[in-house]
């Protein structure tokens, strides 16, 4: 579903490339996490895959369309297939809960019946029932994720790009969240994540790939990656 071709990025102030001859695939409903050091490139193969940045050379195709030489309007119907989770939750604080996610849904264009009977499902499924009036800042960081995990997948993607998703929870906050990651993917979405979390990569057997320096280092199948070994 995901296709990289000898994909490279250079961003325009650097004389080295964020990412290098680049050839990976990610088939539907995976789930793959992506490792390495910082700056190794993890963020920007997120960037690349939401088309939040464009490819110096190579191809990039979801679903068989070359993200190079969408049109606008393509665009947005791209990026509405997927859905971002962020490190900083990224939360509009003057909206509630239930008004952060319902928005997902209005910027899209969704019916009010449809935000009515979507969003309080999805923030029930995300464990936040009985939260829709909070507003951001009266709410935990494992709770704030999980509003932004609940208006990731409220529009329904095909994939979720999730980038350090639990870089600011504590260990049980940041169990729970993958925990959560791990049942959206059992009901058919492909979810990727990048993070420096490795013992939590370990636990999840999943596929991992592991970048250094812009290059893919290893793609390891499910079950088969342990960071004892491989020093990152
Ligand atoms: N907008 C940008 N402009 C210029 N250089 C950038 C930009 N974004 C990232 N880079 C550079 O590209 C390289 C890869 O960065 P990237 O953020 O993809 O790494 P990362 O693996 O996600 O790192 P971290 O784990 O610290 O988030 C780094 O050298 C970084 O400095």
């Known amino acids: 579903m995901i296709d990289f071709k000898q994909a490279s990025k250079l961003y325009s102030n650097r004389t080295q490339p964020a990412v290098s001859n680049i050839s990976l695939q990610v088939d539907r409903g995976e789930f793959v996490f ?44 791209h990026r ?30 969704r019916s009010p019946e449809e935000i009515r009977s979507k969003v ?40 979720i790009l999730a980038d350090e998703p639990t870089g600011n929870l504590d260990r049980d906050n940041a169990w729970q969240i993958m925990e959560l990651f791990e049942a959206i993917n059992r009901r058919g979405t492909t979810v990727i994540i990048a993070t420096h979390a490795l013992d939590m990569v370990e636990h999840m057997k999943k596929r991992v790939v592991a970048l250094e320096n812009g290059l893919i280092i290893r793609d390891e199948r499910q079950g088969s990656y342990s960071y004892e070994h491989k020093c990152i």
């Open 80 to 109: 509405r297939k997927i859905g971002m989770v962020f490190q900083d939750y990224r939360l509009l604080k003057q909206k509630t809960v239930y008004e952060n996610v319902a928005f997902a849904l209005e910027v899209i264009g």
């Open 34 to 77: 992506f490792v390495g050091p910082s700056g190794a490139g993890k963020s920007t193969l997120i960037k690349l895959i939401f088309r939040e940045q464009a490819l110096t050379s190579g191809e990039i195709k979801i679903e068989g369309r070359d993200l190079s030489i969408l049109k606008e309007s393509e665009l947005l119907s």
């Open 120 to 159: 309080p499902a999805v923030l029930a499924e995300v464990g936040l029932a009985g939260k829709e009036k909070a507003f951001p800042t009266e709410l935990s960081g494992g709770e704030q994720q999980r509003v932004g995990i609940a208006r990731a997948i409220v529009k329904d993607p095909l994939i």
